[in-house]
């Protein structure tokens, strides 16, 4: 458990790394690039969203085997609505609605002779996603509920019917890269983890079942039903819903 969280770690200040590049490439390529603080206003606007999302199984594994990062196929998409629950300070709610999936590696099929794991397999699960966070200068925190529309893994389809339902918390900060009358466009990182498991019953639909069996004495329980963490990385831009005054943007 302890090496899993070292990775995870490993691998997210990697990704805030490339985060910070990108920021910094933005601020050369927009010369007027300007950060919200806590007093400024932003109206009510929509539009589109995308995002790359890659992550791993945020609960222990079964003897025998070992969760691994991944990254998706595709990226999410959808579109973002963005309300003002204030007009003198930059607070808000954020609504997203997207197609979003969740990936993660599960590593099994352990040599001693190589010391490494044969098998790697990469599992998808795919949703309906609808997000609901609130803001303030930024920082962003809140949940998600994903309605799932299947899965797979190695090309093996996993139905809907055997997923279930699934809620995430979502932490993560917004930056507006430009913002003008029209609308906004903006980066952004969220932090997600799911508070159930993908599986309805995972003791009973557990695809490595026979590939990767309990580890006697232990059994494949419910215990073990991953619940997918990960890391998103993207932009939207959102057109305004109502005009403001000429000098807010000056």
């Known amino acids: 458990m302890q090496g899993y969280i070292n990775t995870l770690i490993k691998k997210s200040k990697k990704t805030f790394f490339y985060c910070f590049l990108a920021l910094i490439c933005m601020e050369i390529i927009f010369p007027n690039l300007s950060l919200a603080n806590e007093t400024d206003y932003f109206p009510p606007a929509l539009g589109p969203v995308i995002s790359l999302e890659g992550g791993s199984n945020g609960i222990p594994t079964p003897h025998g085997r070992k969760n691994g990062f991944a990254m998706n196929k595709i990226p999410n998409v959808g579109l973002a609505l963005y309300l003002p629950l204030s007009l003198e300070w930059n607070l808000g709610l954020n609504c997203d609605l997207t197609y979003s999936s969740h990936s993660f590696m599960m590593k099994y099929n352990y040599s ?40 797979s893994y190695e090309k093996v389809d996993i139905s809907e019917t055997k997923l279930s339902t699934i809620w995430e918390i979502r932490a993560g900060w917004t930056y507006p890269i430009y913002y003008d009358e029209t609308g906004k466009f903006n980066f952004y990182i969220n932090a997600t983890y799911a508070l159930n498991g993908v599986y309805k019953h995972f003791a009973e639909d557990d695809p490595l079942h026979n590939l990767a069996p309990a580890v006697p004495p232990q059994e494949i ?30």
């Open 112 to 151: 001693k002779k190589k010391d490494e794991y044969l098998t790697k397999d990469r599992f998808e699960f795919r949703y309906i996603s609808l997000a609901s966070t609130f803001s303030h200068a930024g920082l962003n925190i809140g949940f998600a509920l994903g309605v799932p529309v299947g899965g």
């Open 221 to 250: 329980t419910d215990y073990y039903n991953p619940r997918p963490a990960g890391i998103q990385i993207g932009f939207n831009f959102l057109f305004n819903l109502i005009e403001l005054p000429d000098e807010y943007y000056e």
